[in-house]
């Protein structure tokens, strides 16, 4: 019901900001962790899409200290998402966190 990308530490000189260049003395704001939502029309009309995303962002909002600092976390909502009780959802963002924080294994080439 949820898909999540692996969460990336980023580079703090290679991120683009909407915000404009500030002097190169300036105290930069250290990198902190991200989260961002997709959940598209598939999951239902506005009023379900708003609803979802409101529960994962209270669900990721409780879990997002305990990923590395300047990681970036994209959920992304499956179409059953609207139907799934807020436990299940809980449990399926765990179970994507903790797949996503294993080691991968190298394919070989």
């Not at 962002?57 to 990923?67: G, I, N, P």
Request: aromatic letters at 2%; a positive charge; hydrophobic letters at 45%.
């Amino acid at each position: 019901m949820v898909h999540l990308t692996v969460p990336t530490t980023t580079d703090p000189s290679t991120v683009t900001s909407p915000e404009p260049a500030r002097d190169a003395g300036a105290e930069q704001p250290s990198a902190s962790t991200r989260a961002g939502f997709v959940v598209s029309k598939a999951v239902g009309n506005a009023v379900v899409r708003n609803r979802v995303r409101r529960r994962l962002r209270a669900l990721v909002r409780e879990r997002l200290a305990a990923l590395p600092v300047g990681s970036t976390l994209v959920v992304r909502a499956l179409p059953a998402a609207a139907e799934a009780s807020y436990p299940r959802l809980a449990a399926d963002l765990d179970a994507a966190i903790a797949v996503a924080r294993s080691p991968r294994e190298r394919r070989p080439r």
